[in-house]
């Protein structure tokens, strides 16, 4: 960019009176621009000035921007007209400065001037939000023009440096969303306007994002939690549960010390491979609230995230329940031991289980700052029972040996090692344990509430896996080496008894053999007795209230992390109906509608107070959630995505996949009724999502691994030649804006659906130079139009100097290795006689390319016309859609040239892109322009591919060998719904006296080829000649365009065919009299033989280049398909496209 060759004012030199007005003013707006100018004109302050500024005592503000402050600048007092709030603008529009004080703008083409600084926008103090703080930024307040502005490596510029703040999605609350300068803004020339769009580079927040920024802007003041609080501390609580107390010992019984410590360390490695896959999710980015669904959503979309949200919640509120009933159960059992039962044992866990739910509630509502300090408390109770117990283990009591417990002894532990299983296996055993171990998540879930979930989700939930499962092998290990199995209570001993004694707790003078006779005679040792770790204990009341604790505490961790969970998904608006529950209230954002729901099914299930059943599902739901993290660390990894980066690299994804099926196996060993039950629900959810295609774009590694298999599937496709097998018509159809040709649109996708690709091609020409962001915003905008039609096909716009020249760059660069088109499909010129008969050059110029570039060519017509662009209100769809999508477009209807070849649209103005865009005109004040009766019959016309075909013909005039494309596409159509039920007629040319001949020969022909056909017609009489009236019809079409040169001079003739190269001599017309007559017959016979049917398709007739004037071949082709249903002119490139070999 150029600077004006002028020089700053000496310092301490006033500004010119008259560049006052570049001060800004809260009450006057500064005058902008002049066409002339820019907003990137800049004031040049030259380095003394600014120096003699940096020394000044007002210029306080040019000090470094310290880290993490937003910078804001007091004016001095002499400047009262300025203040912070000034600056909210991301520009400041500021003009070169005169030092002559005329007062004048310099021109901004002037050369630049040695000591110079660097002439860019100014920006203002909104973007100097940074994070370095190392002193690269320093903030100036200029004398001269009252301008605050950015110094970037000593210059006044507005390229800004790497920010932190630029890569935000949203105002978060962890610092301001800026936006950098736009490409545009730094490279387009100065008479552009760089912020047409409102937003400088489209980062146009969406309606997510908006509330998310309006989240952060009213989060002041939120607890947060720290990874001992936040994670640990929860992880630790949810995985000790009821099992530690109550399970444990009885597994030890069971299972015996060696496979006990193989049960822990398998629910262990399941639960550290999950949780080393989370710990990467939850590094790989900023984590928002939602827990387990936030993390399965952003990596494998929300088809996966919306099904596991939903059954996660699900099933935290039921553990709710569980627990609780935990917990009430362990009450009723001291009110049994004491005679206290308020009713019966099943109404009595019901009372108590709604109390305490109803508490524990209170709690929740309380805030996560209640919350947190009731799980501390809980912690510090549990830990004290853990410690309790080990410390009882070492303190042998007379009074405990009767019941089994001798201390820590060698035999004993030797004769619990190995197995010994009662009613049980291994894998049921596993299933009993397992419960225990989930609750890895309890911290992620609440990730919302953490203050670094990077680092606290990592760190606390692989420590607590660690911690807990240290002390479960600690106590199986502690159990069977100081209790035995059975035990009766019994402490009379004979030594008749003793002689035939073999067991461990012989030696100690008991015998309890009798228990193995008669297994219900014993209530006491590991196999019968639940409540043995109290038994043990220093002092059992205070393991008592370790059940209390582990219950109530796993209770509260699943009553939060349901609502935070469900709140999460409700937020994302992925199953509508539920948006109810997405509000939060108070400063904590609190979903206090999710409690509520909780809270009742919790109680749902507190009153079944039958939890048998209903356990195994929780624990596959928590299994299938495992299973979806750890695969989408696999899966991301597969994808291999540059997106893919975690902080966090203790992971591999090999082990992250043999960790999913772990999970799934154990989903199975538990219970294989509740883990189909699981895969069916989630299976139903995700197709439920899947069908409803929410509006969202997470960057998921589904996305990542699609695009990476494409691309290798494109490559390999490379790689192998064409065969005619495997030949597909891959069209390119010149629609133009793909709304504004419906019919051309419709037939050809009825043929390439699912069978071949489908390019819409549109050529943009014009006077004005282009605009490409134009062209990329309306590539993106019409794409998404055709897939909301489902349309499958792809939009290709591109900007030449002329039609030709533009479908020339097309028929070379359109499509992707094999991916490429083959064939070019046109829709007829319906009004060549009306406009420049250079249009009609380039139209017949673009079928010669087509044909030179070795395509096949297809043209349509329908006697109607094919172009509705000029129709208001014809396609109301897009323009609905890009309303509801935010996109804010320039409404006017601009009338081209109708039906001619590709795209017709002459930008003549501006916004060119918006204005000639069908889809995006509508009425002013929606007021209804009745249609006339042409409009009318073209509007019916152009939608009659988009009904179901009935009973009818597709006639197919199979005049001329050109590899067979004339054939093939009429089946590929009559293959399809709508035109299934009508019939192929071919009709052939042949000599009256062969016609049984040649109609056997085609039927043989076409059965060789597998096509179905209804009728074979021979024509014996294409040669016949024309009726004269047609004869004469077409040479009056054809009269203003010939050349006459016969009634002129030589030179003269030669001038006018070179300047209008279109004319017909008089030698070509008689040369080729004998072709032109048979346009005009075949017209006639197709008159007789196809007048009714659904569709023609026919041979195209060819010209040879150079040798037949367009104005002559699209008089054949206007006189062979005129007055016709609509009939598709077709010409392979005469390479074989059918074949009979197998």
């Known amino acids: 960019m150029s600077a004006p060759s002028t020089t700053a004012p000496a310092p301490g030199e006033n500004a010119p009176v008259e560049n006052d007005f570049l001060a800004p003013d809260a009450g006057q707006k500064p005058p902008g621009p002049t066409p002339s100018q820019s907003r990137f004109q800049v004031d040049l302050v030259a380095e003394a000035a600014a120096a003699a500024v940096d020394e000044s005592p007002s210029s306080e503000a040019s000090n470094t921007v310290p ?15 300025t203040s912070g709030e000034e600056a909210k603008g991301r520009f400041r529009v500021v003009n070169f400065i005169d030092p002559s004080g005329a007062g004048s703008p310099v021109s901004p083409e002037a050369a630049p001037v040695d000591g110079m600084q660097n002439g860019d926008t100014v920006m203002s103090e909104t973007s100097l939000h940074s994070s370095t703080g190392g002193g690269q930024h320093h903030y100036h307040y200029d004398t001269h023009t009252n301008t605050y502005y950015l110094r970037t490596f000593g210059h006044n510029t507005i390229d800004a440096v790497p920010n932190i703040d630029f890569y935000r999605h949203t105002a978060a609350p962890l610092g301001e ?17 760089p912020f047409e769009d409102g937003f400088a580079n489209g980062d146009e927040l969406t309606p997510a994002e908006e509330a998310a920024a309006k989240e952060a802007a009213e989060s002041k003041g939120v607890v947060k939690f720290g990874w001992i609080k936040g994670v640990l501390v929860r992880c630790m609580l949810n995985i000790w549960g009821v099992m530690l107390f109550i399970r444990m010992s009885w597994i030890v019984g069971q299972a015996g010390i060696a496979l006990s410590c193989l049960i822990v360390a398998m629910a262990s490695v399941v639960t550290t491979i999950t949780g080393l896959s989370t710990s990467a999710i939850a590094t790989n980015g900023f984590v928002r609230g939602g827990g387990a669904y936030y993390l399965i959503s952003r990596s494998l979309g929300p088809e996966f995230g919306g099904s596991i949200g939903l059954i996660f919640a699900f099933a935290n509120a039921v553990a709710v329940a569980m627990y609780v009933v935990g917990f009430a159960e362990t009450v009723v059992e001291l009110l049994a031991g004491v005679d206290a039962l308020m009713t019966d044992e099943i109404n009595d866990i019901r009372i108590i289980g709604t109390i305490t739910v109803i508490l524990l509630l209170g709690i929740s509502v309380a805030g996560m700052e209640w919350e947190a300090k009731a799980q501390i408390f809980l912690l510090f109770v549990l830990i004290t029972a853990i410690i309790n117990y080990f410390i009882g283990t070492f303190i042998t009591v007379q009074s405990k040996k009767s019941l089994g417990f001798f201390g820590y002894d060698g035999s004993i532990m030797w004769e619990n090692m190995g197995p010994d299983f009662r009613k049980e296996t291994f894998f049921s055993v596993f299933a009993i344990f397992f419960p225990a171990a989930t609750g890895i998540l309890a911290g992620a879930n609440i990730s919302g509430d953490l203050a670094d979930p990077q680092l606290a989700i990592p760190r606390g939930t692989m420590l607590a896996i660690l911690i807990t499962g240290i002390v479960y092998l600690g106590v199986a290990v502690s159990t069977g080496s100081c209790i035995v199995r059975d035990a009766n209570g019994n402490d009379t001993v004979t030594s008749q008894f003793l002689m035939n004694c073999t067991d461990a707790s012989c030696k100690f003078g008991y015998d309890f053999s009798a228990c193995k006779r008669d297994k219900d005679s014993c209530r006491y040792g590991l196999h019968h007795d639940y409540q043995v770790m109290s038994m043990v204990s220093g002092f059992g009341p205070i393991i008592t209230a370790g059940i209390f604790s582990a219950t109530l505490s796993s209770a509260l961790a699943s009553l939060v992390s349901a609502p935070k969970v469900f709140q999460a998904l409700c937020k994302d608006n992925i199953y509508p109906g539920l948006g109810m529950f997405a509000k939060g209230y108070g400063k904590n954002n609190e979903p206090l509608r999710g409690y509520i729901l909780t809270f009742v099914i919790a109680l749902v299930f507190i009153l079944i107070a039958e939890l048998n059943v209903i356990a195994p599902i929780i624990s596959n739901f928590f ?8 695969f989408s660390v696999f899966h991301a990894s597969l994808a291999n995505s540059p997106g893919w980066r975690p902080s966090f690299k203790y992971y591999n994804m090999w082990v992250s996949l043999a960790g999913a099926v772990l999970c799934c196996v154990v989903m199975f060993v538990i219970n294989w009724w509740a883990a189909l039950f699981t895969n069916v629900i989630v299976l139903g959810l995700y197709i439920y999502v899947s069908y409803k295609k929410p509006d969202v774009n997470w960057g998921s590694s589904t996305q990542a691994l699609t695009y990476h298999q494409a691309l290798t599937h494109t490559l390999h496709l490379s790689g192998v030649e064409d065969h005619i097998k495997n030949f597909r018509p891959q069209c390119l159809v010149m629609t133009g804006y793909p709304n504004s040709r419906p019919a051309l649109l419709d037939l050809v996708h009825s043929f390439t659906k699912n069978v071949g690709l489908m390019i819409c091609g549109h050529i943009r020409t014009g006077y004005r130079r282009p605009n490409f962001k134009d ?6 905008r019409y794409q998404r139009w055709l897939l909301k039609n489902e349309t499958k096909a792809f939009y290709t716009p591109v900007f030449a100097e002329d039609m030709r020249q533009g479908s020339q760059y097309l028929l070379q660069a359109a499509g992707l290795g094999r991916l490429k088109p083959n064939t070019l499909v046109l829709g007829f010129k319906n009004d060549w006689r009306d ?8 139209y017949i110029s673009m079928i010669h390319d087509a044909f030179d570039f070795q395509y096949g060519a297809v043209i349509l017509r329908l006697k109607e016309g094919l172009d509705v662009s000029h129709i208001h209100g014809q396609d109301d769809l897009l323009s609905s859609q890009e309303k509801s999508s935010g ?3 320039v409404i006017v209807s601009i009338d081209t040239s109708k039906d001619s070849d590709g795209d017709s649209s002459k930008p003549s103005s501006k916004a060119t892109s918006i204005q000639n ?9 929606n007021m209804s322009v009745p249609l006339n009766v042409s409009d009318q019959r073209l509007l019916e016309a152009s ?13 197919v005039w199979w005049l001329f060998d050109d590899g067979g494309l004339t054939l093939l596409i009429p089946y590929l159509l009559t293959n399809k719904k709508r035109w299934k039920d009508c019939k192929i007629r071919v009709f052939i040319g042949g000599k009256i006296n062969r016609i049984d001949h040649d109609r056997r020969a085609m039927a043989t022909l076409l059965s060789k080829f597998r096509i179905d056909f209804s009728d074979i017609t021979v024509l014996g009489d294409i040669n016949t000649k024309p009726k004269k009236e047609h004869i004469a019809a077409f040479d009056e079409t054809i009269e203003p365009y010939r050349l006459k040169e016969d009634d002129m001079e030589q030179e003269a003739a030669e001038r006018l065919k070179n300047s209008e190269p279109w004319r017909i001599t008089d030698n070509e017309l008689e040369l080729y009299r004998a072709k032109t007559n048979r346009q005009i017959r075949l017209n006639e016979l197709l008159k007789e033989h196809s007048n009714t049917a659904n569709l023609i398709v026919m041979s195209l007739p060819l010209a040879r280049k150079g040798a037949v004037s367009s104005a002559l071949y699209m008089a054949w082709l206007e006189v062979l398909s005129k007055d016709l249903p609509p009939i598709l002119l077709v010409r392979g490139n005469h390479q074989s496209v059918l074949t009979f070999y197998s």
């Open 67 to 81: 880290s993490g402050y937003k910078a804001t600048v007091d004016a001095p007092p002499e400047y009262p007209g």
């Open 177 to 193: 969303k800026l936006i950098r300068p736009t490409l545009s803004e730094l490279h387009d020339e100065l008479d552009k306007e």
């Open 623 to 630: 299994l299938a959630s495992y299973a979806l993290i750890n």
């Open 775 to 780: 062209l990329a915003t309306d590539q993106s």
């Open 835 to 842: 406009g420049d008969m250079m249009n009609v050059e380039t």
């Open 887 to 889: 996109m804010k477009d």
């Open 917 to 925: 865009s069908p889809a995006l005109q509508k009425d002013k004040k």
């Open 943 to 955: 939608q009659q591919f988009q009904k179901k075909q009935g009973k009818g013909t597709v006639d």
